[in-house]
């Protein structure tokens, strides 16, 4: 059985940051491409950012880009999803998810594990 646990939300203004962790266990954490989603109120979960096993490669959606990093810490079984310069629209819960393709996705249905979410609020 595979457990996401995210953390690392809260209520922050627009323009500020935040860093999303999420840890893994009851796997071997570099066998899976690690992804980070969000779903706002009312809205259908999207796609925020993915990282191959290794970290060598990332994908962003256009709406992040540039303002969010994707990184990992195998060793720590640890995903982080940095996030610079928020705005109001950002608000939503991050859910992080793990796929067993070890290249990166960004389809849903790629992913098999999911955490619980953490909430990320902005205010303007």
């Known amino acids: 059985q595979v457990q996401l646990v995210e953390s690392g939300g809260g209520l922050v203004q627009a323009g500020e940051s935040l860093r999303l962790s999420c840890v893994g266990s009851?796997?071997?954490?570099?066998?899976?491409?690690m992804g980070w989603f969000r779903q706002a109120p009312g809205k259908e979960r999207e796609f925020v950012a993915a990282?191959?096993?290794?970290?060598?490669?990332?994908l962003y959606a256009d709406s992040v880009k540039g303002r969010f990093t994707i990184s990992r810490d195998n060793a720590k079984n640890t995903v982080y999803l940095q996030m610079n310069s928020l705005k109001p629209e950002d608000t939503a819960a991050y859910y992080c998810?793990?796929?067993?393709?070890?290249?990166?996705?960004?389809?849903?249905?790629?992913?098999?594990?999911w955490g619980q979410g953490t909430q990320v609020t902005v205010s303007s």
């Open positions: 990282i191959s096993w290794s970290g060598g490669n990332t």
């Open positions: 009851g796997h071997t954490f570099r066998n899976y491409a």
């Open positions: 998810s793990a796929s067993r393709n070890l290249v990166v996705v960004t389809t849903q249905g790629a992913y098999d594990y």
